[in-house]
């Protein structure tokens, strides 16, 4: 080998190892992670948080953990006080507590393993101990009820795992399935009260046509009565009219010369009537047929 290529490669290991040692004692923590080390298996109690970290021991061994919010979906069958088994589906949305990540991985292991270990199983422990307090099956469906559970979940839930290195903001009830033939009685009571509902309408509808119909025929009764009442004022108000007429003309003189002369007029178109006697003292000519006459009219 010539003595000039000692040099290059002496020089080449040496930028070997500086690429090797580099690339361990310079570290970068992704975004919403943490990075724990650990030394020859031993736990460092300090995490490093998102971010680039140089120096660091290149002898270190690095764990990355998720510090992000995550959403779990679970299922569990939730027994009542019936002793019936509803299954209710839950989401919990939590997130790992950075400054907890040497502790979870000391106690624990990965971010999946407190999740497996203490999350899923205490979440499914709370949900059939809180279905203990419900008395019946169905009574799952109620608003009050599943307020009440979700309350509770969080409440208990985020007291246990915040000290397990894990916050859990929300749990939300996402279905609950009640058993077969719950469903179907519920269905065939929704349908009676349906029924029901619409008798009460068609009974309401019924109502308010007879109402109108009574109002109408009210209406036209008043309307009626106001016509008789109008009627009757009129022909009282022309009798009224009528009998003072009748009084003013009866005690008119020249009236009853008119009726006497009327009456002279129609006698003397009478073939029957020949004699007449007349009260020369009276101002209006009196006719008197056949006075004192015993054949009746006869000459």
Known sequence: MPKYAWPLIVI???VGLLLMFSSRVIVTVPAGHVAVATLFGEVEPKPYKEGLHFPVNPLLKWYFFDA???????????????QLQTKIDVSVQFRLVGDM?????????????????HLVPKLRSLLREQGKSVERAEDFFAE????????????????????????????????????????????????????????????????????QLIASAEAKREAAEQEALQRRLL????????????EAISTNP??????????????????????????GDSPQ?????NIGDPLGGKQ
């Open 68 to 82: 992000r919010q995550k959403t779990l979906k679970d299922q569990a069958n939730v027994p009542s006080q019936d």
């Open 101 to 117: 990540a040497a502790r979870i991985l000391k106690d624990t292991g990965s971010f999946q393993d407190a999740v497996n270990v």
């Open 144 to 211: 009050e009820t599943q307020e009440r559970l979700q309350i509770a979940l969080e409440t208990d839930l985020s007291t246990y795992l915040l000290d397990k290195g894990i916050d859990a903001q929300a749990v939300l009830i996402r279905d609950i399935t009640l058993p077969p033939f719950i469903i179907r009685a519920i269905e065939s009571k929704k349908e009676r009260e349906q029924e029901v509902e619409k008798q009460r309408a068609e009974l309401e509808r019924f109502r308010t046509e007879q109402q």
């Open 12 to 14: 080449a290991i040496a």
């Open 285 to 289: 000519p009196l006719p008197l047929l």
């Open 235 to 246: 022909a009282d108000a022309q009798a009224y009219e009528i009998g003072k007429i009748n």
């Open 254 to 279: 020249a009236y009853l010369q008119l009726q006497a002369l009327e009456a002279l007029k129609s006698i003397s178109k009478d073939p029957s009537s020949k004699l007449y006697f007349l009260n």
